[in-house]
């Protein structure tokens, strides 16, 4: 990761302690959400300290998509709570730094974890619902009815732009995240499993299967293992699925993060 020079970074640094001294901190709302100033420097901040084990992007690498915090309509103050004081029992550690950092990280990881929630008013909301129900929802859950296979969709259309959208549909496997890897298991006697790798160590692999099952296997049980890089999601390409349709299903994910977050 490319690193910023020592003059650039003090110059952010003396331009964000300024904003910093009319804020007040460790209160429930964030004071830099929207400061582009703010932002900047929490995303130098979190690429210094945290991009080593969240990725660059905070999608994740050995710890959790942080961009996916916001689909479960947790607050900032919350998000600001866990860096503060860590997860006890894994690898993120509480940090001692000043609140106005943590605020800083916590407004640029919003900045890249939200979008602007507009339905579209060309938008069939009733068919689009329609049409999730009877091509989304065996794999997907919204508002908890659905499948399990997949990320719940309550809240996507809040944190993943419609361009990400209509891409995740129309290519799949172009993308995919961290927690629906695609993963083959072929055991001594021949017999194929397939599913998303949910955890693995040394010594076992534990698979969410097709049936969507919960499994867990001993590498000692195994003839191979075979990481695809096909997504389990079928291709939604414009004979499967019309340009219109698929912006009638955008606008009804829309619609629900809209009414979820109200």
Request: charged share 20%; hydrophobic share 45%; proline share 5%.
């Amino acid at each position: 990761m490319m690193r910023l020079r020592p003059l650039c970074l003090q110059l952010l640094f003396l331009s964000f302690s300024l904003l910093a001294s009319i804020a007040a901190f460790a209160q429930p709302t964030n004071p830099f959400i929207g400061d582009i100033g703010s932002i900047r420097v929490g995303g130098a901040l979190f690429g210094a300290r945290c991009a080593t084990c969240h990725g660059a992007d905070a999608q994740g690498i050995v710890a959790p998509d942080l961009t996916r915090l916001w689909a479960t309509g947790v607050e900032d103050y919350r998000v600001f709570q866990i860096v503060r004081e860590g997860v006890p029992g894994s690898i993120m550690p509480a940090s001692p730094a000043p609140d106005n950092e943590l605020w800083a990280i916590v407004a640029y990881l919003r900045s890249i974890s939200t979008v602007e929630l507009v339905v579209d008013a060309n938008a069939d909301l009733q068919r689009g619902e329609t049409l999730f129900e009877s091509t989304c929802a065996t794999c997907h859950r919204v508002n908890g009815q659905g499948g399990s296979m997949g990320p719940d969709l309550t809240r996507i259309a809040a944190i993943r732009s419609k361009d990400l959208l209509t891409s995740a549909l129309r290519d799949p496997s172009a993308l995919i995240a961290a927690r629906y890897k695609p993963i083959t298991l072929v055991l001594h006697d021949g017999t194929r499993v397939r599913g998303t790798l949910k955890s693995e160590d040394a010594f076992s692999v534990q698979i969410m299967d097709s049936d969507q099952q919960l499994r867990g296997y001993r590498l000692s049980q195994l003839r191979e293992l075979i990481r695809d890089t096909e997504s389990l999601m079928p291709v939604y390409d414009a004979n499967a699925l019309s340009d219109n349709d698929l912006n009638n299903i955008l606008g009804y994910l829309v619609n629900v993060a809209t009414l979820t977050a109200n």
